[in-house]
């Protein structure tokens, strides 16, 4: 009999057992407070009947786009934030479901620091300025929110600014249709939690 082999093999079970009984640390404290805003008062507030309207509309006119589509409007979209600026984004923009979402930043004086609202494949409807990627689909914000239904929350990781120093999370989260309950697209917002109270 060799304990050692006995030892290595016992070894894995017993670790097994100490993951199961002990599982991942909780729930990062920033969950929770970020979570009760966007049910209590981001939901309201992005189920503006213009968004919703824009975000349907968008629905409607991209019903038949392919990947290499979404691919092709991703790719103009990244080209013209490489090059400061362009008709893609500069029509985005300024469209008024965008023009609703910079108020909704703005009148927080501060604690969002960003809005954007995707459709039902993860491209951009509008927003309050300029994202990275036009479309969000491969991302969590929409893979962990669009699929999962009209309660869905998603509240990422916490990230630090390098030039303010400020931290923030992003909270993404289902859009519903108000007639028919029905998920239509996703939302994101950047909250600065220096602001919040955690």
């Not at 057992?17 to 981001?42: D, M, Q």
């Not at 509008?126 to 962990?144: L, M, N, R």
């Amino acid at each position: 009999m060799k304990p050692s082999i006995l030892f290595t093999r016992a070894l894995p079970l017993a670790l097994a057992g100490l993951v199961w009984a002990f599982p991942a640390a909780a729930e990062e404290p920033h969950v929770a407070p970020i979570t009760e805003l966007v049910n209590s008062k981001l939901k309201a507030e992005l189920g503006d009947p213009a968004i919703i309207a824009a975000i349907k509309a968008q629905n409607a006119a991209n019903q038949n786009l392919s990947q290499a589509d979404v691919d092709a409007l991703d790719q103009k979209w990244r080209a013209e934030v490489d090059s400061g600026g362009g008709e893609m984004i500069d029509g985005a923009l300024t469209a008024p479901a965008s023009v609703q979402l910079k108020k909704i930043r703005d009148d927080a004086a501060g604690m969002i620091t960003e809005v954007f609202v995707m459709d039902a494949h993860g491209l951009n409807v509008a927003q309050s300025d300029p994202t990275s990627d036009y479309w969000q689909g491969d991302e969590a914000k929409w893979q962990k929110t669009y699929g999962s239904g009209g309660d869905a929350v998603f509240v990422d990781e916490i990230e630090q600014d390098e030039s303010t120093q400020m931290l923030q999370s992003q909270a993404s989260f289902t859009i519903v249709d108000p007639e028919t309950n029905e998920p239509i697209g996703a939302a994101t917002v950047g909250i600065n939690l220096d602001m919040l109270d955690l």
